[in-house]
């Protein structure tokens, strides 16, 4: 734990803090640190990257033609499906062996020290992980596919607008740098509807068993909250894209909620940080509830007053806004 007296308690790592929102939404607008926020993000390894490679990996080997899918047949719907199965297991089971079963970091760069539960009644098989590898794969894998389905099949049957690199080469590009941005934006605003009480009793309470969070934590939710949260790849019926940026959709909020669950802040190689991967400020929303809906890319959080930013002062002002809501 931090030595700093004003320090979080609680918390076994804490990164830089006060956390800030990203500087392409901060004031006075900065045009070069905003630009350099961009490239660190992306270069010369993130997530982002690798996930644009698996998306024209996926296209180039494992993706039927558009012919092939203007039919709904079970070859190709099962084929797509299975193809979902290896890559969540793959992320998440990976992440989960290399942090978790293996403890290849130990606890550096761990958010938070305690291990994962492995009793309790209020997950299915009583053990957390188990349950969140259920919710993950039986429903998690399952609309990601459905969804992944009817985009190809519409696309191929014209009724979506289409995209296509040589038209248009910049919207091409700035569909991958925008989504990131576009996902802090919907997220936000979903994640509120599900913490409204009818909403989260029902529905929204399963994601949030995990308090302690893992790689299997991130797509562990109700199949109603999976309708929602992949409705995201709906936008694609009013703006173009190419079968590349609907993959690359999808598989961008399926993975980076495996990623971004981890636990810890980054994958060290040799002792270094190298891979940025779990979020200070959305693992602070699974510990204190009422905070950070979003993520810092797009502030919707600090607008609304909902921002945790990682410190004590953040911590008080988000009590009294819960005594305030008690009232
Ligand atoms: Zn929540
Ligand atoms: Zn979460």
């Given at each position: 734990?931090?030595?700093?007296?004003?320090?979080?308690?609680?918390?076994?790592?804490?990164?830089?803090l006060?956390?800030?929102?990203?500087?392409?939404?901060?004031?006075?607008?900065?045009?070069?640190?905003?630009?350099?926020?961009?490239?660190?993000?992306?270069?010369?390894?993130?997530?982002?990257?690798?996930?644009?490679?698996?998306?024209?990996?996926?296209?180039?080997?494992?993706?039927?033609?558009?012919?092939?899918?203007?039919?709904?047949?079970?070859?190709?719907?099962?084929g797509?499906?299975?193809?979902?199965?290896?890559?969540?297991?793959?992320?998440?089971?990976?992440?989960?062996?290399?942090?978790?079963?293996?403890?290849?970091?130990?606890?550096?760069?761990?958010?938070?020290?305690?291990?994962?539960?492995?009793?309790?009644?209020q997950?299915k098989?009583?053990?957390?992980?188990?349950?969140?590898?259920?919710?993950?794969?039986?429903?998690?894998?399952?609309?990601?596919?459905?969804?992944?389905?009817?985009?190809?099949?519409?696309?191929?049957?014209?009724?979506?607008?289409?995209?296509?690199?040589?038209?248009?080469?910049?919207?091409?590009?700035?569909?991958?740098?925008?989504?990131?941005?576009?996902?802090?934006?919907?997220?936000?605003?979903?994640?509120?509807?599900?913490?409204?009480?009818?909403?989260?009793?029902?529905?929204?309470?399963?994601?949030?068993?995990?308090?302690?969070?893992?790689?299997?934590?991130?797509?562990?939710m109700?199949?109603?909250?999976?309708?929602?949260?992949?409705?995201?790849v709906?936008?694609?019926?009013?703006v173009?894209?190419?079968?590349?940026?609907?993959?690359?959709?999808l598989?961008?909020?399926?993975?980076?909620?495996?990623?971004?669950?981890?636990?810890?802040?980054?994958?060290?190689?040799?002792?270094?940080p190298?891979?940025?991967?779990?979020?200070?400020?959305?693992?602070?929303?699974?510990?204190?509830?009422?905070?950070?809906?979003?993520?810092?890319?797009?502030?919707?959080d600090?607008?609304?007053?909902?921002f945790?930013?990682?410190?004590?002062?953040?911590?008080?002002?988000?009590?009294?806004?819960?005594?305030?809501?008690?009232?």
């Amino acid at each position: 734990m931090s030595d700093e007296p004003k320090a979080l308690r609680g918390w076994h790592y804490l990164p830089a803090l006060p956390l800030r929102a990203a500087p392409l939404f901060r004031w006075p607008f900065k045009p070069v640190e905003a630009l350099k926020w961009l490239i660190d993000g992306w270069l010369p390894i993130s997530e982002k990257l690798v996930l644009v490679a698996i998306a024209f990996a996926t296209l180039a080997w494992v993706q039927p033609p558009l012919e092939v899918t203007a039919t709904l047949s079970p070859d190709w719907i099962i084929g797509i499906w299975l193809r979902n199965m290896v890559l969540m297991i793959a992320v998440a089971g990976g992440l989960h062996l290399y942090f978790y079963r293996w403890r290849k970091q130990g606890d550096e760069l761990k958010f938070d020290a305690r291990p994962l539960k492995t009793r309790g009644s209020q997950f299915k098989f009583g053990d957390q992980v188990k349950d969140n590898i259920f919710w993950t794969l039986a429903s998690g894998v399952s609309i990601w596919t459905g969804y992944e389905v009817l985009m190809f099949w519409a696309m191929s049957n014209g009724w979506l607008p289409m995209l296509k690199w040589a038209e248009n080469p910049i919207l091409f590009v700035a569909l991958f740098l925008l989504l990131p941005l576009w996902e802090s934006f919907y997220f936000y605003w979903i994640h509120r509807l599900l913490h409204w009480p009818p909403l989260y009793k029902r529905i929204h309470i399963l994601h949030h068993r995990n308090v302690n969070i893992g790689p299997w934590s991130g797509m562990s939710m109700h199949p109603l909250e999976h309708l929602l949260y992949f409705g995201t790849v709906l936008i694609h019926w009013v703006v173009p894209a190419h079968p590349v940026h609907i993959i690359n959709h999808l598989q961008y909020y399926a993975l980076t909620a495996a990623t971004s669950h981890t636990g810890f802040d980054a994958l060290q190689v040799k002792g270094r940080p190298r891979l940025h991967l779990g979020n200070f400020h959305h693992q602070m929303h699974h510990r204190y509830f009422e905070c950070n809906y979003g993520s810092p890319a797009v502030p919707l959080d600090n607008i609304f007053g909902s921002f945790h930013d990682g410190t004590v002062e953040a911590n008080e002002r988000m009590a009294e806004r819960r005594e305030r809501m008690m009232v």
